[in-house]
């Protein structure tokens, strides 16, 4: 069965700190790799997926960036984090083809002071 | 582009009844998927339901269910015999079927309180 990982579970960081959020994904191969934002008391923002090892494509410009070192890693970075980037950021995966799964990790609680 | 449109900010129900969560959406393509994700006080999203745009018969899930209208564009949950864990923000959600990536839209969540 597939499982999806994800780490740190918490992290506080200072403003202007770097960032760096791992996920991981076992038992498929050539995932669609997703990181999801969501904000206190909002819904699900998508920031970026990546349909291939180093194919990232991004939804929404900000001071984030993500990468995909290895088919079933999916990283989320920052140079400088923003008060605005606090959120809770999800990991998810879905088919590539045919019949479509989206799963998601267990999320990582991200607090920006 | 898609939307998906959730009209019930906050619902409540009490112990073993029946309760009905709206989800609408917009799009112009023919072959997708729509889900029905749980989120309860721990963050994480959990599928609950997923059903294919092609199929004309309505996913169950245990004490869960659809009402999937594909010509009016609606994809409600009923959540049969409420238990106080079905306590969560649901979330419904699009993913189109077709070439490239599938990306999921979002409505902005329901949430659910289940009242002993």
């Known amino acids: 069965s597939q499982t999806i990982h994800q780490w740190p579970a918490t992290l506080v960081q200072p403003v202007g700190s770097p960032l760096s959020l791992e996920c991981t994904v076992e038992g498929t191969s050539n995932p669609n790799l997703y990181w999801y934002r969501q904000a206190a008391g909002r819904g699900l923002q998508l920031l970026f997926y990546?349909?291939?090892?180093?194919?990232i494509s991004s939804e929404v410009p900000q001071n984030l960036s993500a990468s995909r070192p290895q088919d079933r890693q999916f990283i989320l970075s920052s140079k400088k984090l923003l008060l605005s980037d606090s959120g809770f950021y999800l990991c998810?995966?879905?088919?590539?083809?045919?019949?479509?799964?989206?799963?998601f990790g267990p999320g990582t609680r991200l607090t920006v002071l | 582009a898609q939307t998906v449109t959730q009209s019930q900010p906050e619902m409540s129900v009490q112990e073993a009844e029946t309760v009905t969560l709206s989800c609408t959406y917009d799009t112009s393509e023919n072959n997708y998927y729509l889900f029905w994700y749980k989120q309860p006080p721990s963050r994480q999203m959990i599928l609950v339901i997923r059903?294919?745009?092609?199929?004309?018969q309505n996913a169950t899930e245990n004490r869960f269910s659809v009402n999937f209208q594909k010509a009016a564009k609606s994809f409600s949950l009923k959540i049969s015999d409420s238990q106080l864990g079905d306590t969560a923000m649901y979330f419904c959600a699009f993913m189109y079927d077709g070439a490239g990536s599938y990306q999921l839209t979002f409505g902005k969540g329901t949430k659910l309180s289940v009242i002993p």
């Open positions: 998810a995966w879905s088919t590539p083809s045919g019949r479509a799964f989206a799963f």
């Open positions: 990546s349909v291939g090892i180093g194919q």
């Open positions: 059903q294919e745009a092609y199929k004309q």
